[in-house]
């Protein structure tokens, strides 16, 4: 059942956040930055995922909903998994009758707080620590349990944040803010990241012992050389000097020394 | 070719397409994570061993780089994928070093293709910007569908270039005993560099630093009782 259309008192959002379309909203936030690009950034995908979620008010206002559908595909961009917390907030804000001039500005002040929380919730905690567990599940045990455990513990998390956060936006719009705040969210942001520590820490060896494992100890400790000699250089180059341009740097002068390049 | 070899290079295709898709377009699933891709590559060409070395080693230098915003980042579907290719059925040492230099160089080859892709999404909107002023929903779904197919197009092109760079290597004479080491030396060296500098980054001197620590000195033990 779609939202009542009227001006809000306060901000809160009319009609207890019930949106006809959550379901299939939610399915297109899967691919919100299909249209990725860098003057716009998530624009064409939350405009995309907005769509059937404003179809509601097409029946009351037309003309509100062209404008709306049309703000829903203007620059705006956070972390992926988090865009439903801005889109479902934005969406109960257009239903509400907020100003256009607040709508932009609830967008505007969500692109630098969800992009900052997703990327330490899940680029910084949720990815490394349940990367670091599958390496020590694949090492120790078997791949295939390792490649099983990350993608469902991995996607299980982000299928229940993506929808807590499309649920989360639509009840409570412009309020949001304070939502997020008093959520679960900040707790669970620093115990992942301290989890994403500890694992990492303990794959590192073993990956390094299993890669390694075949080679003689005078090749190891080169090995080990490489690496420490690697970490300096990140150290002191750190805005220029990435892993992939020290593993290719690395690959070319051994080739070099061994002649294979001319 | 044989049928058998075909359908492999055919089902290596469509795995490493889906896995260029993945990374930032649709779902974001992370299958496109090196590990993934190549534990799967692994198993299509029946070494799943060498899929899993060449898996954890490219993973060292994933977990250095975060995909945060309009960063540039390494795209490593396809590039696993090749590495792949080429240390499937090889011995460990001589395989791993060459499978996975090859992974770092399409990899590069790979984020290069991501901020063309991101251009091309750009004009197509500025052609459009008047039809979505006004929120005209089938210029949105036109925009939508067609960034997607831009980076399928993107990714299966990536897909056929590192099957074809699997191929051309595997068919070049192997590197000799001393030489195969070093390049195993060299990356898995450089994989751990990466890894580490990455988790320090991040961690800083929060409490964060201490957990690593702790996870290192753990790692190092389990290592030596295993």
Same mark, same amino acid.
């Given at each position: ?82 865009? /439903? $917390?801005?889109? %479902?907030?934005? *969406?109960?804000?257009?239903? @509400?009758?907020?100003?256009?001039? =607040?709508? &932009? !500005? ?62 989360? /936006? $639509?009840?409570? %719009?412009?309020? *949001?803010?304070?939502?997020? @705040?008093?959520?679960?969210?900040? =707790?669970? &942001? !620093? ?63 051994? $080739? ?7 | ?226």
């Amino acid at each position: 059942m779609p939202l009542a259309y009227g001006r809000a008192s306060h901000g809160k959002p009319i009609g207890g956040g019930v949106v006809s379309g959550r379901g299939k909203a939610f399915a297109r936030l899967f691919a919100v930055q299909a249209a990725w690009n860098y003057e716009r950034m998530l624009g064409i995908g939350m405009g995309y995922a907005a769509e059937p979620l404003l179809a509601g008010l097409e029946a009351t206002d037309s003309e509100r909903h062209a404008e709306a559908a049309g703000r829903s595909a203007e620059f705006f961009n956070c972390h992926p998994y988090l865009a /439903g $917390l801005a889109l %479902g907030a934005s *969406v109960a804000a257009e239903y @509400a009758g907020e100003s256009e001039d =607040r709508i &932009r !500005r609830l967008k505007t002040a969500l692109c630098g707080t969800l992009g900052a929380l997703g990327d330490h919730l899940f680029w910084a905690g949720l990815l490394p620590a349940m990367m670091g567990l599958a390496l020590i599940v694949a090492v120790v045990w078997s791949p295939w349990w390792g490649v099983g455990l990350f993608l469902v513990g991995y996607n299980g998390c982000r299928v229940a944040v993506a929808w807590w956060g499309l649920r989360t /936006g $639509l009840d409570t %719009g412009m309020r *949001v803010g304070q939502a997020i @705040a008093s959520s679960w969210v900040p =707790r669970v &942001r !620093r115990w992942v990241g301290l989890a994403a520590g500890f694992l990492v820490g303990v794959a590192i060896p073993l990956a390094g012992r299993f890669l390694l494992g075949g080679l003689g100890r005078s090749q190891i400790l080169i090995g080990v050389g490489v690496a420490v000699l690697g970490l300096a250089l990140a150290y002191r180059f750190r805005a220029t000097f990435g892993g992939v341009r020290y593993g290719l740097l690395a690959v070319a002068l051994v $080739l070099l020394w061994f002649g294979v390049l001319p | 070719m044989e049928s058998s070899v075909l359908m492999g290079i055919g089902l290596l295709w469509v795995w490493a397409t889906i896995a260029g898709l993945d990374l930032v377009s649709v779902p974001q699933s992370m299958v496109a994570r090196p590990f993934i891709v190549a534990v799967v590559a692994g198993a299509i060409l029946g070494d799943l061993l060498a899929g899993a070395r060449i898996g954890i080693v490219l993973e060292l230098f994933a977990l250095d780089a975060l995909p945060i915003g309009a960063a540039r980042y390494p795209d490593y579907g396809a590039a696993t994928m090749g590495a792949v290719l080429v240390a499937a059925g090889q011995p460990p040492v001589a395989g791993l070093g060459v499978g996975a230099a090859t992974g770092l160089v399409l990899a590069a080859l790979g984020g290069w293709t991501m901020p063309v892709l991101r251009r091309a999404n750009a004009r197509a909107i500025r052609d459009r910007l008047e039809m979505l002023r006004t929120g005209h929903a089938a210029t949105i779904r036109s925009l939508q569908y067609a960034g997607l197919a831009r980076d399928g197009i993107r990714s299966g092109l990536l897909s056929l270039i590192a099957i074809g760079a699997g191929l051309l290597i595997r068919h070049l004479p192997p590197l000799e005993g001393d030489a195969a080491a070093a390049l195993t030396v060299a990356v898995v060296g450089a994989g751990l560099a990466s890894v580490l500098s990455g988790a320090l980054r991040t961690a800083g001197r929060s409490r964060r630093c201490r957990w690593l620590t702790a996870g290192l000195l753990t790692g190092s033990l389990l290592a030596v009782a295993l």
